[in-house]
């Protein structure tokens, strides 16, 4: 299991799969300490394929199997109870993947950007411009 210390400096090629779930539960305890808006950013080009087991040891499956999806919206519905907004850029057009991340946003009331690697940064920025001048408007 990761500490959030060591989140920064995790690879991409890190050895067990992509862990929705445990990213989630870091991101929310980080943010338990956090006053004012709380969100979730995530970039993911893949599924869910990796939870914590009840030993709290990392297990790959791919495909995923239904014990990963069920932890990682388990952690999306601790989200949405602490007031967390996950915002999530998928930078991959797979439909599978595609359903996950819109039965995701669904129950957390976030949002999804369907995009590329290419297009990715002007999907942030334009995000961020947006949701700044929202804040402005209405303070």
């Given at each position: 299991m990761l500490t959030a210390d060591?989140?920064?400096?995790?690879?991409?090629?890190?050895?067990?799969?992509?862990n929705m779930a445990h990213g989630f539960m870091l991101a929310r305890k980080l943010l338990a300490a956090q006053s004012g808006t709380k969100q979730i950013i995530m970039i993911t080009d893949g599924e869910p394929t990796a939870h914590l087991n009840q030993f709290g040891e990392p297990e790959f499956h791919y495909p995923p199997v239904r014990a990963t999806v069920?932890?990682?919206?388990?952690?999306?519905?601790?989200?949405?109870?602490?007031?967390?907004?996950?915002?999530?850029?998928?930078?991959?057009?797979?439909?599978?993947?595609?359903?996950?991340?819109?039965?995701?946003?669904?129950?957390?009331?976030g949002r999804a950007f369907f995009t590329s690697p290419e297009t990715l940064g002007d999907f942030v920025l334009v995000d961020f411009i947006e949701q700044r001048r929202s804040l402005l408007r209405g303070a």
């Open positions: 060591q989140i920064p400096r995790v690879s991409w090629d890190f050895a067990y799969g992509t069920d932890a990682t919206l388990l952690e999306v519905s601790r989200c949405t109870k602490e007031r967390i907004r996950i915002n999530t850029f998928m930078l991959d057009a797979d439909p599978g993947l595609q359903h996950f991340v819109e039965r995701m946003t669904e129950l957390n009331r």
